[in-house]
């Protein structure tokens, strides 16, 4: 039974979302403002944390924000509906998704278990993917750029795997999409290209400062190929 930490001042919402999880098997706890929320989720002890964006003490952001200092539990978001920018700033801090309320909590129930899946998949021991100064380690999901190592979300970690295991070549939206966010791509929805963004600054230029993830229009992205993949 996975441990879910939910953080959100509304409490009718939280009853109404406790009860219906606890109807799917997950495990619930509840924490109404961002203080207590932010001590509860540095203790790990849940599998992943709801944080809402407007919450009182101290801001969803700001949860998040102090939470990715130190843990990289997966973080999924609860944003106002058009609130586009919310989104994309919690994408950019290190959440693995976003939900837009209000929501369906049949919707949310498949994003949170798109999530875990992702974050409890098994490795592949011992295969490493080498591009240029870029090391994927998949038995112990790490990377290292230049010998120094980057800390990866669960979604950017899947995004380079996936993008490495075929440098050279054209990854579509869709399977990025399917591959990391385990969903079909959405034209409007700005989650995959926010994902990438991140995954770009902190792998940094390659080697001869060209980009190491291409976009190629109306397609996808491509991983590009220089000193070789192994």
Do not use: W
């Not at 939470?67 to 919310?86: K, Q, Y």
């Not at 700033?89 to 837009?100: S, T």
């Not at 969903?183 to 230029?205: E, Q």
């Amino acid at each position: 039974m996975a441990g879910i930490l939910l953080i959100d001042d509304d409490v009718e919402l939280c009853e109404l979302v406790s009860e219906y999880l606890a109807g799917e098997g997950f495990d619930v706890e509840v924490a109404y403002d961002g203080n207590a929320g932010l001590t509860r989720a540095q203790e790990n002890l849940h599998d992943l944390v709801i944080l809402d964006v407007m919450l009182p003490g101290l801001t969803g952001f700001e949860v998040l924000r102090r939470l990715r200092e130190s843990s990289s539990i997966p973080v999924l978001m609860l944003t106002a509906r058009g609130e586009d920018v919310d989104r994309i700033v919690g994408l950019e801090m290190g959440a693995d998704d976003y939900l837009p309320k209000p929501f369906n909590p049949r919707e949310l129930a498949a994003r949170m278990r798109a999530v875990l899946r992702r974050a409890s998949a098994e490795p592949a021991m011992g295969d490493r993917l080498s591009l240029d100064d870029v090391v994927v380690d998949l038995g112990t999901r790490t990377v290292t750029v230049a010998g120094e190592e980057i800390t990866l979300t669960g979604v950017e970690f899947s995004l380079l795997e996936t993008l490495a295991r075929s440098a050279g070549t054209v990854v579509s939206r869709n399977e990025l999409s399917q591959a990391a966010l385990y969903r079909r791509a959405n034209a409007f929805d700005r989650s995959l290209d926010v994902h990438i963004s991140n995954l770009r600054r902190k792998l940094g230029p390659a080697p001869g400062k060209g980009e190491r993830i291409k976009t190629v229009r109306g397609v996808g992205y491509q991983y590009a190929r220089s000193g070789g993949n192994r």
